[in-house]
Structure formats: structure tokens, C-alpha cells
């Protein structure tokens, strides 16, 4: 379980960070990554996840909530903190191993960053 202060909670937060985010997706995950002009002095990072019925029954949906959780913590620590992230799970998340998994959202997270290096650099 994340932190309230860590969780984005509101739909305003989720549509805000999906629409005006920067996105990167793989296989199975797609992240949203965006940065809060409004973020104050002691905010942290936050995130969220999506995870539709396409990903399996609740069982399945819960698992892989629980499974992103668990990899999303260490990586959320070294995002800046003035970010919101949503994670969305495609069907394939649900065959993929919490290690896979870590790898997606890594080689996500990457590219979504270098998105925005090229971006400012051009």
C-alpha cells in the first residue's frame, strides 16, 4: 500500500496528468508522466493506476495492482518531486512476472524521459 500523499486520488489529477502528460507505452504498461506547476515546497511524487476488466477478471486486476505497487515505489522515490504518474496495464500484464514487469515500467519511464530531453533540445 502507497502513502496517501504518494496516490493520486482525484479524476481531475488522473485526466490532467493523461492529457497533458508526457506518454510512453510498451506491451503491457503505458505510463503518463507529468510535471505539477503547482507542486509546493514539501509535495512528493504520486501515483496512478489504471487497470480495466481487458486485463482479466478481479483476481487478475488485483494481482497486478498489487504487483505494479510493489515495482512502481522504487522508481516513484527517483522521480521528481513535483510528478504525477498514471500507469495503465494492457492485457499483457497480467502474464508478465513482477520482474517483467519492473522491466516494462524501467524501459517506459526511459523513454518518456528522453521524450522530453528531445523535446526541450530541439
Known amino acids: 500500500m502507497l502513502a496517501a500523499d504518494h496516490r493520486l486520488r482525484d479524476s481531475e489529477a488522473f485526466r490532467r496528468t493523461v492529457r497533458s502528460g508526457r506518454r510512453a507505452g510498451g506491451a503491457a504498461l503505458v505510463v503518463h508522466v507529468f510535471s505539477r506547476p ?10 496512478g493506476l489504471v487497470v480495466s476488466k481487458a486485463v482479466g477478471n478481479a483476481v487478475t486486476r488485483n494481482r497486478v495492482k498489487r504487483r505494479l505497487r510493489h515495482v ?12 504525477d504518474l498514471v500507469v495503465r496495464a494492457q492485457p499483457a500484464a497480467a502474464g508478465l512476472t513482477s520482474a517483467e514487469l519492473d522491466a516494462e515500467l524501467a524501459r517506459c519511464l526511459e523513454r518518456a524521459g ?5 523535446r526541450t533540445g530541439s
Do not use: D, F, K
Open 114 to 118: 528522453r521524450a522530453t530531453v528531445s
Open 72 to 83: 512502481v515505489r522504487p522508481h516513484l522515490a527517483a522521480l521528481p518531486a513535483s510528478s
Open 38 to 47: 503547482e507542486a509546493e515546497a514539501g509535495s512528493v511524487a504520486r501515483l
